[in-house]
T-cell receptor
Framework: KQEVTQIPAALSVPEGENLVLNCSFT??????LQWFRQDPGKGLTSLLLIQSSQREQTSGRLNASLDKSSGRSTLYIAASQPGDSATYLCAVPTQGGSEKLVFGKGTKLTVNP | AAGVIQSPRHLIKEKRETATLKCYPIPRHDTVYWYQQGPGQDPQFLIS???????DKGSIPDRFSAQQFSDYHSELNMSSLELGDSALYFC????????????FGQGTRLTVV
């Protein structure tokens, strides 16, 4: 059974700092990995989808890496801003069937002005 | 670009009442997923549909049922509501391909009193 873990559970940084969020998964036979952002009480916004054949995916100040063999992904946020404050979740699809997503519990990021 | 539309955004019901949540997927997406996110929890998969047929089922109580209609919109019906059903309910849609992105709606916040 696929399990997704995110470390740390919460992170507080000053504005302008570069930071890394970590995600690990137990079953390395994944097709892709998706990073989401969730503001309090709001929906899930897809940030990056990284395919199993890729090692990195970039969007603006965000960079996601994937190491399938070790079951790890990182989300790097450059030059953090207060507007980046949110919970970041990673998710992987399960094998077979409908490709439903299994989520980590998220990292709650606070960027202080 | 059109996103996943969910209605209503907020719903308050009393115990033992019935609720119906609606989801309109992104045009041309053939797969719809429903997730439940309790307070402080990660989203948990409930049920999915591919081309109007149920494709997978997760931890969905027997009191809940769902279907996908000919226009691809989906409805989640919840009966005999309990206090513990209070949560954010998300709908997501995607194309039935192993490497496509899942897009989530803004969710319906259900409060059972």
């Amino acid at each position: 059974k696929q399990e997704v873990t995110q470390i740390p559970a919460a992170l507080s940084v000053p504005e302008g700092e570069n930071l890394v969020l970590n995600c690990s998964f137990t079953d390395s036979a994944i097709y892709n990995l998706q990073w989401f952002r969730q503001d309090p009480g709001k929906g899930l916004t897809s940030l990056l989808l990284i395919q199993s054949s890729q090692r990195e995916q970039t969007s603006g100040r965000l960079n996601a890496s994937l190491d399938k063999s070790s079951g790890r992904s990182t989300l790097y946020i450059a030059a953090s801003q207060p507007g980046d404050s949110a919970t970041y979740l990673c998710a992987v699809p399960t094998q077979g069937g409908s490709e439903k997503l299994v989520f980590g519990k998220g990292t709650k990021l606070t960027v202080n002005p | 670009a059109a996103g996943v539309i969910q209605s209503p955004r907020h719903l308050i019901k009393e115990k033992r009442e019935t609720a119906t949540l609606k989801c309109y997927p992104i045009p041309r997406h053939d797969t719809v997923y429903w997730y439940q996110q309790g307070p402080g929890q990660d989203p948990q998969f409930l049920i999915s549909f591919y081309e109007k047929m149920q494709s997978d089922k997760g931890s969905i109580p027997d009191r809940f049922s769902a279907q996908q209609f000919s226009d691809y919109h989906s409805e989640l019906n919840m009966s005999s509501l309990e206090l513990g059903d209070s949560a954010l309910y998300f709908c997501a849609s995607s194309l039935a391909d192993l490497n496509t992105e899942a897009f989530f709606g803004q969710g319906t916040r259900l409060t059972v009193v």
